[in-house]
Nanobody
Framework: QVQLVESGGGLVQAGGSLRLSCAAS????????MGWFRQAPGKEREFVAAINWSGGMAYYADSVKGRFIFSRDNVRNTMFLQMNSLKPEDTAVYYCAAQRAGTMTRPTWVDYWGKGTLVTVSS
């Protein structure tokens, strides 16, 4: 019954910005880690950014730190990924993720996934 629905993917030129959204429903997410992964063709799914839904600082992969910003709306159970200074290597399917406990860093520990939204960055 838990659902994670991403939106906001699309085509953008290098140097531009894009904002992804994820609407979570089906239960309360107190105590969960909530965040984002991405997967490019031929590569493993990798961690991007996340936060403890009950409170705490957002944390990021080194590859996006300083360019991407994670935020959330607790009332609407919605999370966002603001992507700035985009590069062609950011091209990937971006997945919304929810994890029952612990720090979100590995896809094997994730309990719920969205279907993904494609981000394409052109040169």
């Amino acid at each position: 019954q838990v659902q994670l629905v991403e939106s906001g993917g699309g085509l953008v030129q290098a140097g531009g910005s894009l904002r992804l959204s994820c609407a979570a429903s089906g239960r309360t997410f107190s105590g969960y880690a909530m965040g984002w992964f991405r997967q490019a063709p031929g590569k493993e799914r990798e961690f991007v950014a996340a936060i403890n839904w009950s409170g705490g600082m957002a944390y990021y992969a080194d590859s996006v730190k300083g360019r991407f910003i994670f935020s959330r709306d607790n009332v609407r159970n919605t999370m966002f990924l603001q992507m700035n200074s985009l590069k062609p290597e950011d091209t990937a399917v971006y997945y919304c993720a929810a994890q029952r406990a612990g720090t979100m860093t590995r896809p094997t520990w994730v309990d719920y996934w969205g279907k993904g939204t494609l981000v394409t960055v052109s040169s």
